[in-house]
């Protein structure tokens, strides 16, 4: 269980904050969408819960450990149960699929390793099948570069299946890609999801994706928790509030 208490980040300088006392709690196996309009503290909301984003007060607690209270060396092996997928992808262009889907390994491995770029057979064997498992086994020694968007997202995900996560977070990965390619990367993240038995939290902009694909939608105004259902209950009213 991923729970949420009072939690409050306000940026330096800022005259408000990004968040305002949410308290959420989430369970394995739900798929959720965050909704909200531009600044409404989708992001920040996601970034603070692998401490991409630091809070400014409340807790994160993950199966029974507050995340806010662990010293940063001990953060690793929690930060690894939880991967990002993000807008940009974040991937190395001139590197391959292969190399690229591999870095997903580096959380667990000694830093000489991954300085060295010394890889087992398992490892090897784990990205190869990660690839194939995001449909990219024929671009796997193609370098990202040379890829679309919808492929280059691909690649985080299988970047991300490395991690063996059990917490998917994602910062909009749809929102640079059209509408047919964005839903194929939500019917992938969705076969993942129900495969692995993931919690899930996505921000989107999509509407209509967030309502087809969650199992619960959260919706955030200036920093306020301001709906927490299900999807078939974002009528035109939620929509109204989410979106004036
Ligand atoms: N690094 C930062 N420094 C200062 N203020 C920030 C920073 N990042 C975000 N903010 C502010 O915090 C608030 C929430 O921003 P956030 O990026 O979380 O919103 P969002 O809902 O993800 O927006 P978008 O959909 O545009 O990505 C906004 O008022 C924003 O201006």
């Given at each position: 269980?991923?729970?949420?208490?009072d939690?409050?980040?306000?940026?330096?300088?800022?005259d408000?904050?990004?968040?305002n006392h949410?308290?959420?709690?989430f369970?394995?196996?739900?798929?959720v969408?965050?909704?909200?309009?531009?600044?409404a503290?989708?992001?920040?909301f996601?970034?603070?819960?692998n401490r991409?984003?630091?809070?400014?007060?409340?807790?994160?607690?993950?199966?029974?450990t507050?995340?806010t209270?662990?010293?940063?060396?001990k953060m690793?092996?929690?930060?690894?149960?939880?991967?990002?997928?993000?807008?940009?992808?974040n991937?190395?262009?001139?590197?391959t699929?292969?190399?690229?889907t591999l870095?997903?390994?580096?959380?667990?491995?000694?830093?000489?390793?991954?300085?060295?770029?010394?890889?087992?057979?398992?490892?090897?064997?784990?990205?190869?099948e990660a690839?194939?498992?995001v449909?990219?086994?024929?671009?796997?020694?193609?370098?990202?570069?040379?890829?679309?968007g919808?492929?280059?997202?691909?690649?985080?995900?299988?970047?991300?299946?490395?991690?063996?996560?059990?917490i998917?977070?994602g910062d909009?990965?749809?929102?640079?890609?059209?509408?047919t390619?964005s839903?194929?990367?939500?019917?992938l993240?969705k076969r993942?999801?129900?495969?692995r038995e993931l919690?899930?939290?996505i921000?989107?902009?999509?509407?209509?994706?967030?309502k087809?694909f969650?199992?619960r939608?959260?919706?955030?105004?200036d920093?306020?928790?301001?709906?927490d259902?299900?999807?078939?209950?974002?009528?035109d009213?939620?929509?109204?509030?989410?979106?004036?």
């Amino acid at each position: 269980m991923l729970a949420i208490s009072d939690l409050v980040v306000r940026y330096p300088k800022a005259d408000e904050n990004a968040l305002n006392h949410v308290n959420l709690t989430f369970k394995k196996g739900e798929f959720v969408c965050v909704l909200g309009k531009s600044g409404a503290g989708k992001s920040t909301f996601i970034r603070t819960i692998n401490r991409l984003q630091p809070l400014t007060t409340g807790n994160v607690t993950w199966e029974g450990t507050n995340l806010t209270e662990l010293p940063e060396t001990k953060m690793r092996s929690f930060r690894s149960d939880m991967v990002m997928i993000f807008q940009h992808f974040n991937l190395i262009p001139r590197m391959t699929v292969f190399q690229n889907t591999l870095t997903g390994s580096f959380g667990k491995r000694p830093t000489y390793k991954n300085i060295l770029g010394l890889f087992s057979e398992e490892e090897q064997r784990r990205a190869l099948e990660a690839i194939k498992e995001v449909g990219l086994e024929k671009h796997a020694n193609k370098r990202v570069e040379a890829l679309s968007g919808g492929q280059k997202q691909r690649v985080g995900i299988a970047r991300a299946l490395l991690q063996d996560p059990k917490i998917l977070l994602g910062d909009e990965p749809v929102a640079s890609l059209d509408p047919t390619t964005s839903r194929k990367i939500f019917e992938l993240l969705k076969r993942i999801h129900e495969e692995r038995e993931l919690l899930s939290i996505i921000n989107i902009h999509d509407v209509h994706l967030a309502k087809e694909f969650a199992t619960r939608i959260v919706a955030f105004r200036d920093g306020q928790l301001i709906f927490d259902g299900k999807p078939n209950e974002v009528d035109d009213h939620v929509f109204t509030e989410v979106y004036q």
